[in-house]
Every structure is written in structure tokens, then in C-alpha cells.
């Protein structure tokens, strides 16, 4: 089939889907939800990652139907959206990363003894029992039991989107607890030899 054809084809879809045709929906998703993630995947380097937005995406569209109609090329809609939104999420983890990058230079494992080692856990330990019931519990499935996302949202009935900002506030959250901790700790050193 032609590119031209598919275009043709895929705006007579496009309408349907913007009139809530599911049979619509699930063509266009079969057409394009492999190439989709191919595509996602080569500008993430993440098979989660690429997993995620292509149902994002196709989730946006679904509830978005009734604006499909002004889209006259679908392909490069769909590939320019989820472009988009790749870098976003890149930007986004990026961001995180920088926030946790300093809370584990501070614990530079090559550096640290048992007892460092062992106050670093506690620290953190406190830290996360400092954190809301909810948050903690999210936490603890995503670092100790090694959760994705949707396990975890399944299992506490959350939305995805919920647990992801349970995860950026708890780490957020532990974080500064442990800087404020060493910092007293430091005064308190400092406040002794004074």
C-alpha cells in the first residue's frame, strides 16, 4: 500500500476514532504501536521506557479523539508527539539524577568503611521512616522489591502517574533528611572543638 493510500486510510480512522469507533482505535494501534515503540526505543535506549509512552501516547489520543480530525498526517503526528515526549521523560530522569547525584556522592562507597557504611543505612533507614505511610510504602516496593511502575500502582490501586510522584517526593524527601542530618552532624562536631 502507498504512502498515499495509507494517509487516505488512516483519516478515514481518524474520523471514526474521533466519533468513538474502538474498531478504529485498535486498527490505527496495531498499524502503528510497534514502530511507535521501535522508534521510541532508539531515542531512549529504555525497552520500560518506550513501553510507557507508546500507551501514554495512545492513551492521550483516545481521550484526545475528538481533535484527530484536524490531523492530516498521522504518522508524523505520531511520531513528533512521541518524539516529544521521549525527551521530556529524558529531561525529566535527567533532572532526578542530578537531585540524587550529590545525596550519593556523599556516600562514596570507596570511601567509607563498616561503621560508615552501617551509620549510611541507618540514615537512610531513618529517612525513610520518616517519609507518609503511602509514599514509604511505595518506596519500599519500587527499591526493595524491585517494582515497575504499573506493579506498584496495581498492587496499592494508584494510578501509574500517582506513584511516580510518591517515588520523585520520597526521594526528594529522604534526600534532604539525610542532608539536614549530616549537616547538624557536622555543628555538632565543629560546636565540640570550638
Known amino acids: 500500500m502507498s504512502d498515499h493510500s495509507f494517509l487516505h486510510e488512516d483519516a478515514e480512522l481518524l474520523q471514526r476514532i474521533a466519533s468513538g469507533d ?30 510507557e ?41 535527567a533532572r532526578e539524577q542530578s537531585r540524587v547525584a550529590p545525596l550519593e556522592s556523599t556516600f562514596d562507597m570507596e570511601h567509607t568503611d563498616d561503621a560508615d557504611e552501617t551509620q549510611r543505612y541507618t540514615l537512610i533507614d531513618e529517612a525513610i521512616d520518616h517519609l507518609p505511610p503511602q509514599q514509604r510504602q511505595v518506596y519500599l516496593l519500587s527499591r526493595h522489591e524491585r517494582l515497575k511502575y504499573a506493579e506498584i500502582a496495581s498492587r496499592l490501586s494508584l494510578s501509574r502517574e500517582t506513584v511516580k510522584k510518591y517515588l520523585q517526593l520520597s526521594s526528594e524527601s529522604i534526600g534532604n533528611y539525610i542532608r539536614k542530618r549530616l549537616i547538624t552532624n557536622i555543628l555538632i562536631f565543629i560546636s565540640i572543638f570550638i
Not at 474498531?23 to 525497552?47: D, E, P
Request: charged share 25%.
Open 22 to 51: 474502538e474498531r478504529a482505535f485498535r486498527i490505527i494501534f496495531n498499524r502503528y504501536h510497534h514502530k511507535l515503540g521501535t522508534y521510541i526505543y532508539r531515542v531512549t535506549r529504555s525497552h520500560e521506557m518506550a513501553q
Open 53 to 93: 509512552i507508546t500507551q501514554d501516547l495512545f492513551l492521550k489520543i483516545w481521550l484526545n479523539r475528538e481533535s484527530l480530525t484536524g490531523v492530516s498526517n498521522f504518522k508524523a503526528y505520531l511520531f513528533a508527539a512521541s518524539k516529544n515526549q521521549a525527551i521530556t521523560s529524558l529531561k525529566k530522569i
